[in-house]
């Protein structure tokens, strides 16, 4: 499985960016991607996560109400929509594959994602 993280860029603060993750050598029948995003000095640290056979998301409380994760299987991508950006966005932005053997998704620990993409920089301006 290879996933290609794409869509970064620099944005002022209260601008809108969207992220595509998109899979190869995948059998996108039920699977889980995460995004992750990780700041200079900081953990990484879980955004949002899809499980497709049920829909289910997950968004960490910092982007609630701002970020929406949804997925196109007929072109194998997961996408980021991230809105209402703030400076504290700042970070480079991944994608990877997790775990199935659970209900739903979780973005409590990376630890538990594989396949990762290399990331794709994303620069909120004040």
């Known amino acids: 499985v290879q996933l290609v993280e794409s869509g970064g860029g620099l944005v002022q603060a209260g601008g809108s960016l969207r992220l595509s993750c998109a899979a190869s050598?995948?059998?996108?029948?039920?699977?889980?991607i995460g995004w992750f995003r990780q700041a200079p000095g900081k953990e990484r640290e879980g955004v949002s996560c899809i499980r497709s056979s049920d829909g289910d998301t997950y968004y960490a409380d910092s982007v609630k109400g701002r970020f929406t994760i949804s997925s196109d299987n007929a072109k194998n991508t997961v996408y980021l929509q991230m809105n209402s950006l703030k400076p504290e966005d700042t970070a480079v932005y991944y994608c990877?594959?997790?775990?199935?053997?659970?209900?739903?998704?979780?973005?409590?620990?990376?630890?538990?994602?594989?396949?990762w993409g290399r990331g794709t920089q994303v620069t909120v301006s004040s």
């Open positions: 050598g995948f059998t996108f029948d039920d699977y889980v």
């Open positions: 990877a594959e997790g775990p199935t053997v659970i209900d739903g998704c979780v973005i409590s620990s990376s630890s538990y994602y594989f396949s």
